[in-house]
């Protein structure tokens, strides 16, 4: 690989440019919207406000499909999932498990399992 590629490469890693542009996919498979140009320049406003804590970061799961996801996990109806559960939905879903703030002891409970999810 030349030097300038790898630079390059190495630019849109830093960036975490690969991954956004990867959802952004997924957003405009997911909805199909008629006007695609402004579809992503909405989804871009709204992750710049998610990121400052403004908004709602976009995201392809809504409320209902959580619970659905969370009743799969909880199959005895407990109320609540293991953390080591929780970790292996997020791995799912493609989320980063690094800054997880949850021991092994600890039980996720629905509420808590929409709100970080």
Do not use: C, W
């Amino acid at each position: 690989m030349a030097a300038g590629e790898r630079e390059g490469r190495d630019y849109l890693q830093r960036h975490g440019i690969p991954p956004l542009l990867h959802r952004l996919g997924e957003l405009l498979l997911y909805h199909r919207p008629e006007r695609p140009r402004e579809f992503l320049i909405q989804v871009l406003e709204r992750v710049k406000a998610g990121k400052r804590a403004e908004g709602e970061y976009p995201s392809l799961m809504d409320e209902d499909n959580l619970a659905a996801m969370f009743s799969l996990l909880d199959v005895v109806g407990q109320g609540h999932i293991t953390a080591a559960q929780y970790r292996e939905a997020l791995k799912t879903l493609g989320l980063s498990t690094e800054d997880l703030q949850f021991g092994d002891d600890v039980n996720i409970t629905l509420d808590v399992f929409k709100k970080e999810v």
